[in-house]
């Protein structure tokens, strides 16, 4: 059966591509750089990912699981064009606004110096009021990366954090797959520049890194620091508590879709860290159509019983017809997972 899932997968992405290529392809190398070089993102050489003049590096306080892939983020706004500070929402991001998101695994991650694997550069830009996705993979001399609307497939070989040897085919989402997740009210829309999520001190002068966007004319309406909403870091147990830190874990890895305007509002499981009910999170809920992917078990979370709530059963499945998320993972993120554990055997 999971053979069958795997091929019917496949099958289904592969006819994702054949919408979307060639002439697609055709259309957009016409309109948008067929190299990623010809943005003018980097200064110097562009594996060093170091950005050129008018283009922000920044980081995000709950970062979603990409097999462990390492992320560089950057902005780049038109010159004297600001970005509009909403609390709630993704920020009013001036027209002609791209967002550059790197994925790169370290060669070593215990040793730096022996340098990185850089895979992919996704292009998110605004233009007459909309956004489009655009996937550029790099080369293996890591000197250019070239747009690929049918995405692609990488193996990749490093050592973690651990010293332990991994391998990876990284699999490069194509421009279908990429709206899947950043689907808002069925528009395409950015996920990670929100308040919450930007709200957090970057760099060695240990500055917030909204202020720092005011004090560069980059942002417009921001309040006081203290009326500033902040999400947790799972990673950081000292950001908050385990409810707090397996919440922002859920928003990031599944509240793009699990939400009541996302693609998966249809499953009356919100996990959004903008809704209260745990009723709506999945406590004492049924499924409503998880089939095989319930594993057997009755509820979307158990209170006190990880090990009886579909949610961690779908969070540590590698079958595609099961795991959750969908696309963006093909490892259980063991650390993510021991969160949301620990979360519901608090629970009462």
């Known amino acids: 059966m999971k053979i069958f899932k795997s091929i019917t997968c496949l099958l289904f992405g592969l006819l994702m591509v054949s ?31 170091q950005p050129a003049e008018g283009v922000l590096p920044y980081e995000v306080n709950a970062a979603l699981f990409s097999d ?11 010159e004297d064009a600001m970005a509009t500070y909403q609390a709630e929402t993704v920020f009013d991001l001036p027209e002609g606004t791209e967002l550059i998101k790197t994925f790169y695994y370290p060669i070593d991650a215990k040793k730096p110096g022996k340098g990185r694997i850089i895979v992919e550069t996704r292009v998110l830009k605004k233009e007459k009021g909309k956004w489009i996705g655009l996937p550029y993979i790099w080369n293996e001399t ?8 049918a995405g692609g497939s990488r193996e990749i070989k490093w050592k973690d954090e ?43 002068a240990d500055s917030n890194q909204l202020t720092k966007w005011q004090q560069n004319a980059l942002l417009q309406g921001l309040p006081a620091p203290e009326n500033i909403p902040r999400m947790a870091s799972w990673e950081n147990p000292e950001s908050g508590t385990v409810a707090d ?15 009541p ?14 809704t209260s009910n745990p009723a709506q999170w999945g406590v004492h809920k049924a499924p409503i159509a998880a089939g095989k992917g319930a ?19 779908r969070m540590e499945s590698t079958d595609p017809g099961e795991m959750m998320p969908e696309l963006g993972r093909q490892l259980i993120h063991k650390e993510g997972l021991d969160l949301v554990k620990a979360w519901i055997k608090e629970m009462e």
């Open 295 to 313: 594993g057997g078990r009755l509820f979307g979370i158990v209170p006190g019983q990880p090990n009886a709530s579909i949610l961690t059963y």
């Open 261 to 274: 305007k996302g693609p998966a509002n249809t499953s009356g499981m919100y996990l959004d860290i903008a």
């Open 68 to 78: 462990y892939a390492y992320k560089s983020r950057m902005i780049r706004m038109p």
């Open 19 to 49: 919408l979307v290529a060639p002439n697609r392809k055709t259309e957009l190398t016409d309109k948008y750089p067929a190299v990623l070089s010809d943005y003018g993102f980097f200064a110097g050489e562009m594996a060093a990912l």
């Open 245 to 259: 830190r397996a919440r922002a874990y859920l928003d990031s890895n599944c509240g793009h879709c699990h939400n």
């Open 162 to 204: 651990h010293g332990k040897k991994q391998t990876l085919t990284y699999q490069v989402p194509n421009m279908v797959q990429c709206k899947s997740c950043h689907s808002h009210a069925a528009e395409m829309v950015p996920i990670g520049i929100t308040a919450r999520q930007l709200n957090r001190s970057i760099g060695k």
């Open 142 to 149: 890591q000197t250019e990366a070239f747009l690929e609307v």
